[in-house]
């Protein structure tokens, strides 16, 4: 059973850095897995913000050169470091990985699709 379990979120002021951690339980045997992040504000639709496989990276043009996604295979974890924070950054950020050992498709935006691994979220607030 796929376990993710995302952490570091929290309130910083605008402009403020923050890095989200997730740790997939059985991600050394999936390599190639599209993995990464993405969020949701109250009342607002989910919105994709980065992803990555053993290929590519892909990021939302909204946190493009704000956000760096990367991967510590040895520690079976992903990272998110969010620099620049503004306050429409605000929501819950969840983990999300596929299923099966496939590349993202949709230039990472596969990493929506609700029948993705995903973890329970971690609040990010920025003031």
């Known amino acids: 059973h796929v376990q993710l379990v995302e952490s570091g979120g929290g309130s910083v002021p605008a402009g403020g850095s923050l890095t989200l951690s997730c740790e997939i339980s059985?991600?050394?045997?999936?390599?190639?897995?599209?993995v990464g992040w993405f969020r949701q504000a109250p009342g607002k639709e989910r919105e994709w913000v980065a992803a990555l496989d053993e290929e590519d990276t892909w990021y939302a043009g909204s946190v493009r050169d704000r956000f760096t996604l990367s991967k510590d295979n040895a520690a079976n974890t992903l990272f998110l470091l969010m620099n620049s924070l503004k306050p429409e950054d605000t929501a819950m950020y969840f983990c999300?990985?596929?299923?099966?050992?496939?590349?993202?498709?949709?230039?990472?935006?596969?990493?929506?699709?609700?029948?993705?691994?995903r973890g329970q979220g971690t609040q990010v607030t920025v003031s």
């Open positions: 059985t991600y050394p045997y999936r390599l190639r897995a599209c």
């Open positions: 999300a990985a596929h299923r099966s050992n496939t590349l993202c498709s949709g230039n990472g935006r596969s990493i929506l699709y609700r029948d993705n691994h």
